[in-house]
Protein backbone atom coordinates (compact mmCIF):
# COMPACT_ATOMS: atom_id res chain seq x y z
CA UNK A 1 0.00 0.00 0.00
CA UNK A 2 2.84 2.82 1.24
CA UNK A 3 4.94 1.36 -2.20
CA UNK A 4 1.78 1.92 -4.42
CA UNK A 5 1.36 5.50 -2.98
CA UNK A 6 4.90 6.35 -2.77
CA UNK A 7 5.20 5.60 -6.55
CA UNK A 8 1.90 7.67 -7.56
CA UNK A 9 3.21 10.79 -5.24
CA UNK A 10 6.44 10.30 -7.28
CA UNK A 11 4.89 10.36 -10.53
CA UNK A 12 2.31 12.53 -9.70
CA UNK A 13 5.39 14.86 -8.75
CA UNK A 14 7.89 14.22 -11.70
CA UNK A 15 5.16 14.03 -14.39
CA UNK A 16 3.25 17.22 -13.02
CA UNK A 17 3.53 19.63 -15.75
CA UNK A 18 3.85 17.16 -18.24
CA UNK A 19 -0.18 15.91 -17.16
CA UNK A 20 -1.14 19.63 -17.53
CA UNK A 21 -0.05 19.90 -21.08
CA UNK A 22 -1.46 16.62 -21.85
CA UNK A 23 -4.34 17.99 -19.90
CA UNK A 24 -4.86 21.09 -22.05
CA UNK A 25 -4.07 19.46 -25.47
CA UNK A 26 -6.87 17.11 -24.65
CA UNK A 27 -8.73 20.83 -23.48
CA UNK A 28 -8.07 22.09 -26.94
CA UNK A 29 -8.30 19.45 -28.81
CA UNK A 30 -12.21 19.31 -27.95
CA UNK A 31 -12.46 22.96 -28.36
CA UNK A 32 -11.53 22.68 -31.87
CA UNK A 33 -13.79 19.83 -32.18
CA UNK A 34 -16.92 21.72 -30.94
CA UNK A 35 -16.12 24.48 -33.68
CA UNK A 36 -15.13 21.71 -36.37
CA UNK A 37 -18.48 19.99 -35.20
CA UNK A 38 -20.12 23.11 -37.08
CA UNK A 39 -17.77 24.66 -39.81
CA UNK A 40 -16.32 21.50 -41.34
CA UNK A 41 -19.52 20.39 -42.63
CA UNK A 42 -20.44 24.18 -43.91
CA UNK A 43 -17.08 24.78 -45.34
CA UNK A 44 -16.93 21.52 -47.27
CA UNK A 45 -20.40 22.03 -48.61
CA UNK A 46 -19.85 25.87 -49.38
CA UNK A 47 -16.37 24.69 -51.48
CA UNK A 48 -18.90 22.12 -53.56
CA UNK A 49 -21.06 24.28 -54.52
CA UNK A 50 -18.74 26.82 -55.50
CA UNK A 51 -16.57 24.04 -57.74
CA UNK A 52 -20.22 23.30 -58.95
CA UNK A 53 -20.75 26.76 -59.53
CA UNK A 54 -17.23 26.81 -61.60
CA UNK A 55 -17.08 23.87 -63.42
CA UNK A 56 -20.63 25.25 -65.12
CA UNK A 57 -18.81 28.82 -65.97
CA UNK A 58 -15.60 26.99 -67.14
CA UNK A 59 -16.66 24.11 -69.40
CA UNK A 60 -19.57 26.91 -70.64
CA UNK A 61 -22.03 24.14 -69.68
CA UNK A 62 -25.37 24.87 -71.32
CA UNK A 63 -28.20 25.31 -68.54
CA UNK A 64 -30.42 22.41 -69.80
CA UNK A 65 -27.79 20.41 -69.04
CA UNK A 66 -26.21 21.30 -65.63
CA UNK A 67 -27.72 24.37 -64.83
CA UNK A 68 -25.27 26.75 -61.77
CA UNK A 69 -26.39 27.03 -58.03
CA UNK A 70 -27.45 30.51 -58.66
CA UNK A 71 -29.62 29.49 -61.90
CA UNK A 72 -31.12 26.39 -59.62
CA UNK A 73 -32.03 29.28 -56.67
CA UNK A 74 -33.53 31.63 -58.71
CA UNK A 75 -36.01 28.97 -60.35
CA UNK A 76 -36.44 27.37 -56.85
CA UNK A 77 -37.33 31.82 -56.43
CA UNK A 78 -39.41 31.79 -59.43
CA UNK A 79 -41.38 28.23 -59.48
CA UNK A 80 -42.08 28.47 -55.78
CA UNK A 81 -45.54 29.11 -56.37
CA UNK A 82 -45.59 25.56 -58.01
CA UNK A 83 -43.03 23.96 -56.20
CA UNK A 84 -44.65 24.99 -52.71
CA UNK A 85 -47.79 23.36 -53.89
CA UNK A 86 -46.40 20.22 -54.65
CA UNK A 87 -44.16 20.63 -51.69
CA UNK A 88 -47.24 20.56 -49.22
CA UNK A 89 -49.30 17.19 -51.46
CA UNK A 90 -45.73 15.53 -51.12
CA UNK A 91 -45.32 16.37 -47.07
CA UNK A 92 -49.21 15.83 -46.50
CA UNK A 93 -48.60 12.32 -47.96
CA UNK A 94 -45.66 11.78 -46.38
CA UNK A 95 -46.45 12.45 -42.71
CA UNK A 96 -49.95 10.90 -43.46
CA UNK A 97 -48.24 7.46 -44.16
CA UNK A 98 -45.85 8.01 -41.21
CA UNK A 99 -48.60 8.33 -39.30
CA UNK A 100 -50.80 4.97 -40.21
CA UNK A 101 -47.30 3.54 -40.30
CA UNK A 102 -46.92 4.27 -36.53
CA UNK A 103 -50.52 3.35 -35.91
CA UNK A 104 -50.15 -0.09 -37.63
CA UNK A 105 -47.08 -0.92 -36.95
CA UNK A 106 -47.23 -0.04 -33.26
CA UNK A 107 -50.80 -1.90 -33.23
CA UNK A 108 -49.70 -4.89 -34.98
CA UNK A 109 -46.59 -5.03 -32.54
CA UNK A 110 -48.28 -5.17 -29.51
CA UNK A 111 -51.15 -8.08 -31.06
CA UNK A 112 -47.63 -9.74 -32.24
CA UNK A 113 -46.28 -9.53 -28.35
CA UNK A 114 -49.81 -10.54 -26.80
CA UNK A 115 -50.51 -13.65 -28.59
CA UNK A 116 -47.97 -15.96 -30.59
CA UNK A 117 -50.25 -16.93 -32.76
CA UNK A 118 -51.34 -13.69 -34.25
CA UNK A 119 -47.66 -13.33 -34.93
CA UNK A 120 -47.38 -16.64 -36.72
CA UNK A 121 -50.10 -15.91 -38.63
CA UNK A 122 -49.09 -12.52 -39.91
CA UNK A 123 -45.81 -11.75 -39.83
CA UNK A 124 -45.54 -13.62 -43.36
CA UNK A 125 -47.42 -10.83 -44.87
CA UNK A 126 -45.38 -8.22 -43.36
CA UNK A 127 -42.02 -9.52 -44.56
CA UNK A 128 -43.53 -10.31 -47.89
CA UNK A 129 -45.04 -6.73 -48.21
CA UNK A 130 -41.32 -5.30 -47.05
CA UNK A 131 -39.23 -7.47 -49.95
CA UNK A 132 -41.54 -6.88 -52.92
CA UNK A 133 -40.24 -3.96 -53.95
CA UNK A 134 -42.68 -0.85 -54.52
CA UNK A 135 -42.37 0.20 -57.77
CA UNK A 136 -43.33 -3.40 -58.55
CA UNK A 137 -46.13 -2.97 -56.45
CA UNK A 138 -47.22 0.41 -57.02
CA UNK A 139 -49.20 -0.04 -60.63
CA UNK A 140 -51.41 -2.24 -59.32
CA UNK A 141 -52.56 -0.52 -56.24
CA UNK A 142 -53.32 2.06 -58.66
CA UNK A 143 -55.07 -0.11 -61.05
CA UNK A 144 -57.36 -1.33 -57.91
CA UNK A 145 -57.49 2.04 -56.33
CA UNK A 146 -58.95 4.76 -57.91
CA UNK A 147 -58.46 7.75 -55.26
CA UNK A 148 -55.30 8.71 -56.18
CA UNK A 149 -53.96 10.30 -52.99
CA UNK A 150 -54.98 6.69 -50.73
CA UNK A 151 -53.12 4.87 -53.47
CA UNK A 152 -50.01 7.05 -52.63
CA UNK A 153 -50.63 6.82 -49.16
CA UNK A 154 -50.77 2.83 -49.29
CA UNK A 155 -47.84 2.62 -51.32
CA UNK A 156 -45.87 5.03 -48.44
CA UNK A 157 -47.22 3.21 -45.93
CA UNK A 158 -45.95 -0.54 -46.88
CA UNK A 159 -42.45 1.17 -47.30
CA UNK A 160 -42.35 2.49 -43.83
CA UNK A 161 -44.20 1.15 -41.23
CA UNK A 162 -42.19 -2.64 -41.33
CA UNK A 163 -39.37 -0.95 -39.59
CA UNK A 164 -41.71 0.01 -36.67
CA UNK A 165 -43.37 -2.85 -36.66
CA UNK A 166 -40.00 -5.01 -36.54
CA UNK A 167 -38.13 -2.83 -34.24
CA UNK A 168 -41.36 -2.36 -31.13
CA UNK A 169 -42.21 -6.45 -31.84
CA UNK A 170 -38.28 -6.65 -30.57
CA UNK A 171 -38.60 -3.57 -28.11
CA UNK A 172 -42.06 -5.55 -26.52
CA UNK A 173 -39.90 -8.38 -26.12
CA UNK A 174 -36.89 -7.70 -24.50
CA UNK A 175 -38.59 -6.40 -21.26
CA UNK A 176 -36.21 -7.59 -18.02
CA UNK A 177 -37.27 -11.22 -17.42
CA UNK A 178 -36.95 -10.20 -13.73
CA UNK A 179 -39.58 -7.24 -14.07
CA UNK A 180 -41.74 -9.30 -16.02
CA UNK A 181 -41.95 -12.19 -13.17
CA UNK A 182 -42.26 -8.92 -10.39
CA UNK A 183 -45.15 -7.81 -12.46
CA UNK A 184 -46.53 -12.10 -12.57
CA UNK A 185 -45.71 -11.68 -8.81
CA UNK A 186 -47.68 -8.74 -8.31
CA UNK A 187 -50.71 -10.29 -10.39
CA UNK A 188 -50.24 -7.11 -12.77
CA UNK A 189 -52.99 -7.87 -15.31
CA UNK A 190 -51.68 -7.93 -19.14
CA UNK A 191 -52.85 -4.44 -19.57
CA UNK A 192 -50.65 -3.42 -16.82
CA UNK A 193 -47.65 -5.12 -17.98
CA UNK A 194 -48.12 -3.67 -21.30
CA UNK A 195 -48.54 -0.21 -20.19
CA UNK A 196 -45.77 -0.72 -17.06
CA UNK A 197 -43.18 -2.15 -18.56
CA UNK A 198 -43.60 -3.52 -22.18
CA UNK A 199 -44.08 -0.11 -23.85
CA UNK A 200 -41.39 1.89 -21.67
CA UNK A 201 -39.09 -0.96 -22.75
CA UNK A 202 -40.17 -0.71 -26.44
CA UNK A 203 -40.02 2.90 -26.89
CA UNK A 204 -36.38 3.25 -27.35
CA UNK A 205 -36.35 0.26 -30.25
CA UNK A 206 -39.85 1.94 -31.95
CA UNK A 207 -37.65 5.47 -31.78
CA UNK A 208 -35.15 3.99 -34.08
CA UNK A 209 -37.75 1.90 -36.51
CA UNK A 210 -39.31 5.62 -36.84
CA UNK A 211 -36.37 7.46 -37.88
CA UNK A 212 -35.94 5.31 -40.45
CA UNK A 213 -39.78 5.23 -41.17
CA UNK A 214 -39.49 8.93 -41.90
CA UNK A 215 -36.80 8.48 -44.59
CA UNK A 216 -38.95 5.59 -45.98
CA UNK A 217 -42.16 7.22 -45.86
CA UNK A 218 -40.55 10.48 -47.93
CA UNK A 219 -39.01 7.48 -50.45
CA UNK A 220 -42.42 5.56 -50.48
CA UNK A 221 -44.62 8.53 -51.33
CA UNK A 222 -42.19 10.11 -53.87
CA UNK A 223 -41.59 6.60 -55.69
CA UNK A 224 -45.50 6.09 -55.78
CA UNK A 225 -45.48 9.30 -57.32
CA UNK A 226 -43.48 8.34 -60.32
CA UNK A 227 -45.28 5.29 -60.87
CA UNK A 228 -49.17 6.70 -60.88
CA UNK A 229 -47.26 9.76 -63.14
CA UNK A 230 -50.66 11.41 -63.59
CA UNK A 231 -51.03 15.52 -63.26
CA UNK A 232 -52.43 18.69 -62.72
CA UNK A 233 -53.55 20.03 -59.24
CA UNK A 234 -52.90 17.74 -56.25
CA UNK A 235 -49.39 16.71 -57.77
CA UNK A 236 -46.27 16.27 -55.48
CA UNK A 237 -42.91 16.84 -56.10
CA UNK A 238 -41.88 13.99 -57.36
CA UNK A 239 -44.57 14.45 -60.80
CA UNK A 240 -42.71 17.86 -60.94
CA UNK A 241 -39.95 16.17 -61.52
CA UNK A 242 -41.42 14.04 -64.01
CA UNK A 243 -43.09 17.06 -66.04
CA UNK A 244 -40.05 19.10 -65.88
CA UNK A 245 -37.86 16.34 -67.43
CA UNK A 246 -40.03 15.96 -70.40
CA UNK A 247 -40.20 19.47 -70.60
CA UNK A 248 -36.11 19.52 -70.60
CA UNK A 249 -36.42 22.35 -67.58
CA UNK A 250 -33.57 20.77 -65.96
CA UNK A 251 -33.40 23.95 -63.42
CA UNK A 252 -36.72 22.81 -62.14
CA UNK A 253 -35.57 19.53 -61.88
CA UNK A 254 -33.13 20.37 -59.49
CA UNK A 255 -35.36 23.10 -57.57
CA UNK A 256 -37.60 19.96 -56.52
CA UNK A 257 -34.50 17.67 -55.93
CA UNK A 258 -33.43 19.97 -53.55
CA UNK A 259 -36.67 20.60 -51.63
CA UNK A 260 -37.49 16.87 -51.72
CA UNK A 261 -33.71 16.47 -50.13
CA UNK A 262 -34.04 19.10 -47.67
CA UNK A 263 -37.89 17.46 -46.63
CA UNK A 264 -35.83 14.11 -45.87
CA UNK A 265 -33.07 16.22 -43.64
CA UNK A 266 -36.10 18.37 -41.63
CA UNK A 267 -37.87 14.61 -41.29
CA UNK A 268 -34.36 13.03 -40.17
CA UNK A 269 -33.85 15.97 -37.62
CA UNK A 270 -37.26 16.32 -36.37
CA UNK A 271 -37.48 12.41 -35.54
CA UNK A 272 -33.94 12.53 -33.85
CA UNK A 273 -35.14 15.37 -31.89
CA UNK A 274 -38.19 13.50 -30.82
CA UNK A 275 -35.82 10.47 -29.86
CA UNK A 276 -33.61 12.44 -27.82
CA UNK A 277 -35.98 14.45 -26.17
CA UNK A 278 -38.48 11.32 -25.44
CA UNK A 279 -34.76 9.41 -24.19
CA UNK A 280 -32.58 12.02 -22.81
CA UNK A 281 -33.44 11.64 -19.11
CA UNK A 282 -32.71 8.03 -19.13
CA UNK A 283 -31.59 5.56 -21.63
CA UNK A 284 -27.99 5.06 -22.50
CA UNK A 285 -28.14 6.46 -26.35
CA UNK A 286 -29.03 9.39 -25.08
CA UNK A 287 -27.03 10.32 -21.99
CA UNK A 288 -23.90 12.23 -22.33
CA UNK A 289 -20.73 10.95 -21.24
CA UNK A 290 -17.26 12.32 -19.70
CA UNK B 1 -29.13 3.90 9.56
CA UNK B 2 -27.61 2.70 12.91
CA UNK B 3 -28.57 -0.31 14.75
CA UNK B 4 -29.54 0.99 17.77
CA UNK B 5 -32.82 2.02 16.16
CA UNK B 6 -35.81 1.91 18.44
CA UNK B 7 -36.62 -1.92 19.68
CA UNK B 8 -39.13 -3.65 19.10
CA UNK B 9 -40.58 -5.92 21.01
CA UNK B 10 -38.30 -9.00 21.91
CA UNK B 11 -39.36 -11.64 19.23
CA UNK B 12 -41.23 -14.30 21.16
CA UNK B 13 -40.07 -17.62 20.38
CA UNK B 14 -40.72 -19.10 16.58
CA UNK B 15 -43.66 -21.75 18.48
CA UNK B 16 -45.35 -18.71 19.50
CA UNK B 17 -45.19 -16.81 16.17
CA UNK B 18 -47.98 -17.17 13.71
CA UNK B 19 -47.22 -19.58 10.73
CA UNK B 20 -47.18 -17.22 7.34
CA UNK B 21 -46.06 -20.23 4.67
CA UNK B 22 -45.60 -23.95 4.92
CA UNK B 23 -44.01 -26.24 1.93
CA UNK B 24 -44.84 -29.49 2.47
CA UNK B 25 -42.89 -32.27 0.92
CA UNK B 26 -42.27 -29.84 -2.30
CA UNK B 27 -40.59 -31.71 -5.58
CA UNK B 28 -39.72 -29.86 -8.84
CA UNK B 29 -38.94 -31.99 -11.46
CA UNK B 30 -37.88 -29.91 -15.01
CA UNK B 31 -39.09 -31.27 -18.59
CA UNK B 32 -35.68 -32.46 -19.15
CA UNK B 33 -36.13 -34.77 -16.17
CA UNK B 34 -33.76 -32.43 -13.92
CA UNK B 35 -34.94 -32.91 -10.12
CA UNK B 36 -34.29 -29.30 -9.20
CA UNK B 37 -35.74 -29.96 -5.90
CA UNK B 38 -36.06 -33.08 -4.10
CA UNK B 39 -38.79 -32.90 -0.82
CA UNK B 40 -38.19 -29.55 0.54
CA UNK B 41 -40.05 -29.17 3.96
CA UNK B 42 -39.89 -25.57 5.50
CA UNK B 43 -42.09 -24.18 8.04
CA UNK B 44 -42.05 -19.72 7.90
CA UNK B 45 -42.75 -18.38 10.61
CA UNK B 46 -43.56 -14.03 11.20
CA UNK B 47 -40.18 -12.67 11.89
CA UNK B 48 -38.13 -15.74 10.30
CA UNK B 49 -34.99 -14.53 8.66
CA UNK B 50 -34.18 -17.91 6.65
CA UNK B 51 -31.11 -18.06 4.77
CA UNK B 52 -31.30 -21.24 1.81
CA UNK B 53 -27.45 -21.95 1.79
CA UNK B 54 -25.41 -23.91 -0.82
CA UNK B 55 -23.83 -24.26 -3.97
CA UNK B 56 -25.06 -23.44 -7.55
CA UNK B 57 -27.54 -25.84 -8.84
CA UNK B 58 -28.67 -26.67 -5.34
CA UNK B 59 -32.48 -25.82 -5.86
CA UNK B 60 -32.26 -23.00 -3.67
CA UNK B 61 -33.82 -20.00 -6.16
CA UNK B 62 -35.98 -22.61 -7.31
CA UNK B 63 -37.37 -22.90 -4.18
CA UNK B 64 -38.02 -19.25 -4.11
CA UNK B 65 -39.63 -19.10 -7.53
CA UNK B 66 -42.10 -21.96 -6.19
CA UNK B 67 -42.71 -20.07 -3.46
CA UNK B 68 -43.11 -16.86 -5.47
CA UNK B 69 -45.77 -18.54 -7.55
CA UNK B 70 -43.38 -18.34 -10.83
CA UNK B 71 -43.80 -21.66 -11.28
CA UNK B 72 -45.41 -24.70 -9.42
CA UNK B 73 -44.29 -27.69 -7.65
CA UNK B 74 -44.21 -30.97 -9.26
CA UNK B 75 -45.05 -33.03 -5.75
CA UNK B 76 -46.06 -31.32 -2.64
CA UNK B 77 -48.02 -28.30 -1.65
CA UNK B 78 -47.44 -24.93 -0.91
CA UNK B 79 -49.70 -23.27 1.79
CA UNK B 80 -49.99 -19.75 2.95
CA UNK B 81 -51.47 -19.61 6.40
CA UNK B 82 -53.90 -17.38 8.11
CA UNK B 83 -55.05 -16.08 4.77
CA UNK B 84 -51.66 -14.51 3.23
CA UNK B 85 -51.45 -15.16 -0.23
CA UNK B 86 -48.81 -13.99 -2.71
CA UNK B 87 -50.54 -10.43 -3.24
CA UNK B 88 -48.39 -10.29 -0.17
CA UNK B 89 -45.00 -10.62 -1.29
CA UNK B 90 -42.15 -8.27 -1.56
CA UNK B 91 -39.36 -9.79 -4.12
CA UNK B 92 -35.68 -8.61 -4.22
CA UNK B 93 -33.45 -9.98 -7.42
CA UNK B 94 -29.89 -10.63 -7.63
CA UNK B 95 -30.06 -7.39 -10.06
CA UNK B 96 -31.45 -3.97 -8.83
CA UNK B 97 -34.66 -4.76 -11.47
CA UNK B 98 -35.61 -1.16 -11.32
CA UNK B 99 -36.92 0.18 -14.39
CA UNK B 100 -34.59 2.84 -15.68
CA UNK B 101 -37.22 5.42 -17.06
CA UNK B 102 -38.70 5.68 -13.79
CA UNK B 103 -37.86 8.07 -11.02
CA UNK B 104 -36.80 6.01 -8.08
CA UNK B 105 -40.21 7.01 -6.37
CA UNK B 106 -41.85 5.64 -9.16
CA UNK B 107 -40.01 2.72 -8.90
CA UNK B 108 -40.77 2.07 -5.50
CA UNK B 109 -44.48 2.85 -6.30
CA UNK B 110 -44.91 -0.14 -8.71
CA UNK B 111 -46.08 -2.64 -6.35
CA UNK B 112 -49.13 0.17 -5.33
CA UNK B 113 -49.58 1.51 -8.98
CA UNK B 114 -50.48 -2.51 -10.21
CA UNK B 115 -53.08 -2.40 -7.60
CA UNK B 116 -54.51 0.43 -8.52
CA UNK B 117 -53.56 3.22 -6.16
CA UNK B 118 -52.17 6.70 -7.00
CA UNK B 119 -48.99 7.90 -6.35
CA UNK B 120 -50.15 11.00 -4.56
CA UNK B 121 -52.26 8.12 -2.14
CA UNK B 122 -49.43 6.52 -1.62
CA UNK B 123 -46.45 9.18 -1.57
CA UNK B 124 -45.77 9.14 2.30
CA UNK B 125 -45.89 5.47 2.48
CA UNK B 126 -43.10 5.70 -0.63
CA UNK B 127 -41.03 8.58 1.21
CA UNK B 128 -41.14 6.59 4.36
CA UNK B 129 -39.85 3.45 3.20
CA UNK B 130 -37.29 5.80 1.19
CA UNK B 131 -36.10 6.75 4.53
CA UNK B 132 -35.55 3.43 5.67
CA UNK B 133 -33.38 2.41 3.43
CA UNK B 134 -31.54 6.40 3.71
CA UNK B 135 -32.55 7.40 -0.06
CA UNK B 136 -35.43 9.99 0.40
CA UNK B 137 -33.43 12.92 -1.07
CA UNK B 138 -33.29 10.43 -4.15
CA UNK B 139 -36.90 10.13 -4.94
CA UNK B 140 -36.63 12.09 -8.05
CA UNK B 141 -33.61 10.46 -9.21
CA UNK B 142 -32.88 8.25 -12.09
CA UNK B 143 -31.89 4.98 -11.26
CA UNK B 144 -28.72 5.60 -13.68
CA UNK B 145 -27.80 8.83 -11.25
CA UNK B 146 -26.94 5.73 -8.43
CA UNK B 147 -24.32 3.64 -7.94
CA UNK B 148 -24.91 -0.16 -7.20
CA UNK B 149 -25.19 -0.36 -3.65
CA UNK B 150 -27.79 2.75 -3.45
CA UNK B 151 -30.15 0.95 -6.58
CA UNK B 152 -30.13 -2.31 -4.66
CA UNK B 153 -31.96 0.04 -1.99
CA UNK B 154 -34.02 1.16 -3.93
CA UNK B 155 -35.16 -2.63 -4.60
CA UNK B 156 -35.67 -3.20 -1.13
CA UNK B 157 -37.46 -0.31 -0.65
CA UNK B 158 -40.07 -1.35 -3.42
CA UNK B 159 -39.98 -4.95 -1.68
CA UNK B 160 -41.10 -3.61 1.45
CA UNK B 161 -43.15 -0.77 0.48
CA UNK B 162 -46.73 -3.22 0.98
CA UNK B 163 -45.41 -4.34 4.22
CA UNK B 164 -45.76 -7.37 2.63
CA UNK B 165 -45.93 -10.84 5.18
CA UNK B 166 -42.91 -12.22 3.73
CA UNK B 167 -39.70 -10.94 1.28
CA UNK B 168 -37.87 -12.91 -0.75
CA UNK B 169 -34.14 -12.64 -1.45
CA UNK B 170 -32.77 -14.20 -4.22
CA UNK B 171 -28.84 -12.90 -4.05
CA UNK B 172 -29.35 -9.58 -3.77
CA UNK B 173 -26.19 -8.44 -2.61
CA UNK B 174 -24.13 -11.20 -4.84
CA UNK B 175 -23.18 -8.15 -7.85
CA UNK B 176 -21.94 -5.58 -5.14
CA UNK B 177 -18.49 -4.83 -4.13
CA UNK B 178 -17.78 -6.44 0.06
CA UNK B 179 -17.83 -2.87 1.44
CA UNK B 180 -21.28 -2.39 0.40
CA UNK B 181 -22.25 -5.59 1.04
CA UNK B 182 -21.05 -5.61 4.39
CA UNK B 183 -23.25 -1.99 4.78
CA UNK B 184 -26.19 -3.32 3.45
CA UNK B 185 -26.39 -6.72 5.37
CA UNK B 186 -25.92 -4.11 8.51
CA UNK B 187 -28.96 -1.96 7.18
CA UNK B 188 -30.98 -5.02 5.96
CA UNK B 189 -30.52 -6.18 9.89
CA UNK B 190 -31.65 -2.63 11.17
CA UNK B 191 -34.32 -2.81 8.64
CA UNK B 192 -35.51 -6.42 9.73
CA UNK B 193 -35.56 -4.70 13.44
CA UNK B 194 -37.47 -2.06 12.16
CA UNK B 195 -40.11 -3.74 10.35
CA UNK B 196 -40.50 -7.07 12.25
CA UNK B 197 -40.38 -8.62 8.34
CA UNK B 198 -39.97 -11.86 7.65
CA UNK B 199 -37.25 -12.89 4.99
CA UNK B 200 -36.74 -16.08 2.71
CA UNK B 201 -32.68 -15.16 2.04
CA UNK B 202 -31.02 -17.29 -0.65
CA UNK B 203 -27.32 -16.84 -0.78
CA UNK B 204 -24.28 -19.19 -1.08
CA UNK B 205 -22.03 -16.90 1.54
CA UNK B 206 -21.54 -18.82 4.90
CA UNK B 207 -20.67 -15.65 6.59
CA UNK B 208 -23.76 -13.73 5.13
CA UNK B 209 -26.34 -16.46 6.28
CA UNK B 210 -24.81 -16.56 9.86
CA UNK B 211 -24.90 -12.68 9.92
CA UNK B 212 -28.21 -12.51 8.61
CA UNK B 213 -30.43 -15.09 9.57
CA UNK B 214 -31.94 -17.02 12.58
CA UNK B 215 -32.14 -20.20 10.51
CA UNK B 216 -29.91 -21.95 7.86
CA UNK B 217 -31.18 -24.09 5.50
CA UNK B 218 -28.03 -26.02 3.75
CA UNK B 219 -28.57 -27.38 0.05
CA UNK B 220 -27.10 -30.27 -1.57
CA UNK B 221 -27.10 -29.93 -5.07
CA UNK B 222 -27.78 -33.21 -7.74
CA UNK B 223 -30.82 -33.17 -6.75
CA UNK B 224 -31.85 -30.40 -5.17
CA UNK B 225 -32.28 -30.55 -1.47
CA UNK B 226 -32.04 -29.24 2.45
CA UNK B 227 -29.43 -31.13 3.97
CA UNK B 228 -29.49 -29.97 7.28
CA UNK B 229 -31.43 -27.14 9.18
CA UNK B 230 -28.90 -24.76 11.32
CA UNK B 231 -29.98 -22.49 14.11
CA UNK B 232 -28.75 -19.03 15.11
CA UNK B 233 -29.77 -18.50 18.52
CA UNK B 234 -28.22 -15.03 18.43
CA UNK B 235 -31.07 -12.53 19.27
CA UNK B 236 -31.66 -9.47 17.13
CA UNK B 237 -30.63 -6.87 16.63
CA UNK B 238 -27.09 -8.14 16.00
CA UNK B 239 -24.50 -5.48 15.71
CA UNK B 240 -20.77 -5.36 14.46
CA UNK B 241 -19.62 -7.10 17.31
CA UNK B 242 -21.74 -10.44 16.40
CA UNK B 243 -19.20 -10.31 13.37
CA UNK B 244 -16.64 -10.76 15.48
CA UNK B 245 -17.51 -13.28 18.37
CA UNK B 246 -16.71 -16.52 19.11
CA UNK B 247 -20.67 -17.64 18.73
CA UNK B 248 -20.68 -16.21 15.38
CA UNK B 249 -17.18 -18.17 14.39
CA UNK B 250 -18.42 -21.47 15.72
CA UNK B 251 -21.28 -21.31 13.81
CA UNK B 252 -19.53 -20.07 10.69
CA UNK B 253 -17.38 -22.74 11.00
CA UNK B 254 -20.26 -25.55 11.17
CA UNK B 255 -21.97 -23.97 8.47
CA UNK B 256 -18.95 -24.33 6.30
CA UNK B 257 -18.08 -27.77 7.30
CA UNK B 258 -21.56 -28.90 6.44
CA UNK B 259 -21.32 -27.08 3.46
CA UNK B 260 -18.29 -28.75 2.45
CA UNK B 261 -19.30 -32.57 3.12
CA UNK B 262 -22.21 -31.97 0.18
CA UNK B 263 -19.48 -31.13 -2.30
CA UNK B 264 -18.64 -34.65 -3.73
CA UNK B 265 -15.34 -34.69 -4.46
CA UNK B 266 -14.64 -33.27 -7.38
CA UNK B 267 -17.70 -31.54 -7.91
CA UNK B 268 -16.28 -28.01 -7.33
CA UNK B 269 -15.31 -27.92 -10.28
CA UNK B 270 -18.82 -27.22 -11.69
Known amino acids: ?290 | MAITAARPDPIPSPELREPVLRMQEVDKTFNGGVVALRRMSLEVRKGDFISLLGPSGCGKSTALRLIAGLMRPTLGKIVWEGGASRDDLGVVFQEPTLMPWATVEQNVWLPFRVRGESLRSTRDRIMETLELVGLEKFAKSYPRELSGGMKMRVSIARALVTNPRLILMDEPFAALDEITRQKLNDDLLSLKAKTGATVIFVTHSVFESVFLSDRILVMAARPGRVIREIAVPEPYPRGIEWRTSPEYAAIARQTSDTLHSTLAPGSEAH
Request: hydrophobic residues 55%.
Open chain 1, 1 to 290: MTAIDSSTAASSTDKGPMFDEEEERIARAKRVESVAKWALPIIVMSLAIWYWDRLVVWNDIPHYVLPGPGLVLSTLIEDWPILSEALLVTLKITAMALAVAVAGGVGLAVLFAQSRFAEMSFSPFAVILQVTPIVSIAPLIFIYIDNRIVGLLLCAWIVAFFPILANTTLGLKSTDHNLSDLMTIYRASRWQRLRYLQLPSALPYFLGGLRIAGGLALIGAVVAEYVAGTGGIGSGLAFRILEAGYRLNIPRMFAALILIAGTGVLIFATTTLISHLALRKWHESALKRD
